[in-house]
């Protein structure tokens, strides 16, 4: 991870280790665009429900079957790290983190707490969500969003997300700020820019538009931030400067590498958790 350019030769490794490599931008992309369609889609149960001012019975269902196939799939992602293989526990973890940062379990999870950013928004979270004993009379909307962010951002990855958020979100926030304000100032801005082009953000094609669009600058700009600090403490910040961690990360996203991981097999994509997690689940 202190090579500077990243080279193919450990995606070929991280992929036939953990089933893992780096996601090219517009394989990104077609993952949020594909998730933020079947979240408009689930949306729409609701008005058959008659469920009009509250999260329908079928998106709490599907939530649920995704929060838990991503923590099966943390769990394995955990038991390919050969923790113990000599080298020390703090190297191992940072490879973890890397790893662990491209899979598609940080990518969904991501792309969950943008979910309830647009339940938020949409006033989908006025009523109780877990019940009345829970979290009902006495809680505000932003207290039941992040309730379900902390659940289905950390919960989702057995809160090892919560541990990476002190040793590499809040470091990077200090060191890579720049990357955190450009993509801060896109999610609080798109809702705007699609009033100016005459686009009702509150609209079926809106929220589409704001969920797919967040979903992809939050999780490009968290890799981004993330991976350089994991680059960072392997000492490429000493060895090449500031702006390389983040201009690897760029550099590191083979297509060809990624269709050889994950495409190469035809039909055998379909028993890809990774693959599945991005497009299908």
Request: charged share 15%; net charge neutral; with cysteine.
């Amino acid at each position: 991870l202190h090579d500077s350019p990243p080279t193919t030769q450990v995606d070929a490794e991280l992929c036939n280790m953990f089933r893992v490599v780096e996601k090219p931008y517009f394989v990104l992309f077609g993952s949020c665009w594909i998730c933020a369609v079947m979240q408009q889609i689930i949306d729409t149960t609701r008005y058959y429900e008659e469920r009009l001012e509250e999260l329908g019975f079928f998106q709490k269902v599907y939530t649920g079957v995704q929060l838990l196939a991503l923590l099966v799939e943390t769990f394995a992602l955990l038991g390919k790290v050969d923790w113990l293989d000599g080298a020390s526990l703090w190297m191992m973890y940072n490879l973890y983190v890397y790893v662990f940062v491209h899979s598609s379990i940080f990518v969904r999870s991501v792309m969950m707490s943008m979910i309830v950013w647009d339940w938020l928004l949409a006033k989908l979270l006025k009523r109780p969500v877990f019940g009345t004993d829970i979290d009902g009379k006495g809680w505000a909307d932003w207290e039941r969003a992040l309730l379900l962010i902390v659940i289905l951002q950390f919960g989702s990855s057995a809160f090892i997300m919560a541990l990476v958020t002190i040793t590499h979100v809040i470091p990077a926030l200090v060191l890579y700020h720049p990357v955190f304000l450009i993509a801060a100032a896109f999610v609080v801005k798109v809702r705007q820019w699609l009033k100016f082009a005459g686009v009702d953000p509150d609209g079926r094609l809106g929220r589409g538009l704001v969920m797919a669009g967040n979903s992809f600058v939050a999780v490009s700009a968290c890799q981004s931030m993330i991976t350089a600090m994991v680059r960072v403490y392997a000492g490429q910040l000493t060895r090449h400067g500031y702006l390389v961690p983040i201009w690897d990360d760029i550099l590191s996203r083979h297509l060809p590498t990624w269709f050889e991981c994950h495409l190469s097999q035809g039909a055998g994509a379909f028993r890809d958790h990774d693959f599945l997690n991005l497009f299908f689940r």
